[in-house]
């Protein structure tokens, strides 16, 4: 359990700093430094955790962190890398940059009662002009330096980013479903939200972390790609459904490859004939013929022919969606 008194920032109505239940505007504006041992002309250490402010929009404390910062603390007999910390234009507080996890990992250490671990940590020079600011540093560092995955940029550029509401429609697509089963991971998530979107190109998480404005997710785009899921998840493909399954409860369109293969199929899955790929067709044909299934794993041609041997099964040929209509439609597409 943490210290009740650390000092961290809420949200109501804005952004308000508290001191456990305390108010802090009704407290006197300190001097954290004076709280602090100064090793060098830039670095500091501390015991005095309450002087330390975990931001919003810096990502959420992972206990799983934690606990394995407490271990190496214990095992090395202190916090072996320091943090940074920031200041915003007057405002005196000094804000975790890099670090929040250690400064958590101490308290612990200190309620539990194993020792009292100094955190060494050096403050940012420059002052930011605003707490956006602030937290947009944090972001750029986190995608070039530091160990953020995907979804901590996104619940972070849900709180502060100029395009806000695109990763609030992401994170809303990426929890969609009740039962974490049933929802899709980052990575096909973006390729379904760049696909509705019209990207050129397929959006990769690695792209999605290391360019905080490359992503947009229009509304349009965003109903697009939640109808999909939804058809997905009522369909006959849905593990509950299908006779042939990844494992006992995850779904044969869970996967990167099949989504890829599925896009490409409903976008150019055209024959000579004007008959067109249509979802709800590859439904009813799962529905008959799902037990026919050969997965194919991370191999585009093949993931695509496997889900086209079941839309074709049974059909003549004018009704028959071939892989070659789905490429040449494709490769006409650049050439206009």
């Known amino acids: 359990m943490t210290n009740t008194n650390r000092q961290t920032e809420q949200t109501s109505n804005g952004f308000l700093k508290t001191f456990g239940i305390i108010n802090t505007k009704n407290r006197k504006t ?3 430094e004076k709280h602090t041992e100064k090793l060098s002309e830039d670095v500091f250490k501390t015991t005095d955790f309450n002087s330390l402010i975990n931001i919003v929009g810096n990502r959420p404390i ?3 962190n934690v606990k394995s910062i407490k271990k190496s603390i214990l095992e090395n007999g202190g916090v072996l890398q320091k943090g940074e910390v920031g ?3 007057n405002d005196g507080t000094l804000y975790v940059i890099n670090g929040q996890h250690r400064v958590d990992a101490c308290i612990q250490l200190e309620d539990e009662g194993k020792g009292v671990f100094p955190f060494s940590y050096n403050i940012k020079e420059e002052e930011f002009e605003s707490r956006d600011d602030l937290i947009s540093y944090i972001q750029e560092i986190n995608s070039k330096l530091y160990k953020w995955n995907a979804e901590d940029h996104l619940d972070s550029r849900c709180l502060v980013h100029k395009d806000k509401d695109s990763h609030i429609r992401l994170r809303q697509i990426l929890n969609i479903f009740d039962s ?6 980052m990575s096909i998530v973006l390729m379904i939200a760049s696909h509705y979107e019209g990207a050129t190109a397929k959006m990769s998480t690695t792209k999605f972390m290391s360019d905080a404005d ?3 997710f229009s509304e349009q785009a ?4 939640r109808g999909l899921l939804v058809r997905l998840n009522k369909s006959s493909l849905h593990f509950s459904r299908c006779a042939k399954n990844l494992r006992k409860d ?3 369109f869970k996967h990167e490859y099949f989504i890829r293969a599925l896009l490409n199929a409903l976008k150019w899955g055209v024959n000579d004939y004007g008959c067109k790929f249509t979802f709800s067709e590859l439904d009813s044909q799962f529905e008959k013929y799902s037990h026919l299934y050969k997965h194919q794993g991370n191999n585009d041609s093949a993931m695509l022919q496997s889900i086209l041997d079941i839309y074709n099964k049974g059909k003549i040929q004018k009704n028959r969606i071939e892989e070659v209509d789905v490429i040449i439609n494709r490769k006409l597409s650049k050439t206009k």
């Open 30 to 32: 300190i001097n954290w």
């Open 62 to 64: 992972k206990p799983a």
């Open 87 to 89: 200041k915003i234009k």
């Open 180 to 185: 974490k089963c049933d929802n899709m991971g």
């Open 214 to 216: 490359i992503f947009k």
């Open 222 to 225: 965003y109903d697009l790609s």
């Open 250 to 252: 995850k779904s044969i």
